[in-house]
Every structure is written in C-alpha cells, then in structure tokens.
C-alpha cells in the first residue's frame, strides 16, 4: 500500500499552518515554496481539505489558508481518507471460486452444521483487520502531535548540549 504524494503535500501543508497560527493564515504562494510544489498542484489539495472542513480559506489580499478547526482535532485518518478516498483498501474477487466453495464446505463439515451459501473470505477477513488497526493508529496521531513531537525532540536536544 502506497499514499499519494498528495496524501503528503496535504499533511505537510497543515503542519505548516498548524506552525504558523499566530499569524492566522498562510498565502498559497509560501505554502509551495515551503513544500516545493507547485501553485495548481497545492490549489487542487487545498480545495479538498477546505470541501471537508479542515482549513478554511481566508479572501483578500493578504488571505491565504489557515486551519478550520483546532491542530489537535486533525486527525491523520481524517486527512488521508480526504485526499485518498473513503474506499476499503482490499476487496475480495474470488467469492464465487472454487476454493472459497471448498473452505465453506470444509468449514460446515467441521462445524457440524451448513455454512454454505454466502461464505466469507478469510483473506478478506485478515485484511479487513488489518485495515481497522491502520485506521485506528491513524486515528491517534493528529498534526498537533506531530508539533508536540517535534518540539519534544528539539527541547531534548538542546537540553543535551
């Protein structure tokens, strides 16, 4: 499994903003030389995250983007499924094959009783499961975190000098 590089423009554009809330809000054209993108690429991300109520955009002038909502309430899982899609990540293609037949049989004939019919997908099952433990870690890391964690990192660095 691979995210989009958008995936990454998107987190790395709101750490920046998240960086920069004392100043309310971030010109499109800092945001691309902060990132190294360009300005049509970054206007696509930043539309999305604006639809879905993560960065509100700021009219005028001196407008740009700043966070709708606090860094502490954006969580990773958020911002992907936003960039990425809401879709399952696996899907199963095999539930009218032979060996899914075959499992359900040996199943039935294991449990004593008739599991025939709509069989599960035991990959399906393991994936799906996968899933649910990505989503949840995802889940916990929200920008904020990541400045928490960054800010951690340098106080100890220094601390060590």
Do not use: W
Request: charged fraction near 25%; include cysteine.
């Amino acid at each position: 499994m691979q995210f989009s590089k958008s995936t990454d423009y998107a987190l790395h554009a709101l750490i920046h903003l998240a960086q920069s809330e004392r100043r309310n809000n971030i010109g499109i054209k800092e945001l691309c030389a902060t990132l190294g993108v360009s300005e049509s690429y970054l206007s696509k991300i930043m539309s999305k995250l604006r639809q879905d109520g993560i960065v509100r955009a700021v009219p005028g002038v001196n407008g740009g983007y700043e966070l709708a909502r606090p860094a502490g309430e954006i969580t990773f899982l958020e911002v992907i499924q936003v960039i990425e899609g809401r879709q399952q990540l696996f899907e199963c293609s095999n539930l009218d094959s032979q060996q899914h037949r075959l499992l359900a049989e040996d199943r039935a004939a294991r449990q004593d009783q008739d599991c025939q019919g709509q069989s599960e997908c035991l990959v399906k099952k393991v994936m799906d499961g996968a899933e649910r433990q990505l989503h949840q870690y995802l889940r916990e890391y929200t920008i904020q975190s990541v400045l928490d964690a960054a800010s951690k990192e340098c106080n100890h660095a220094l601390n060590k000098k």
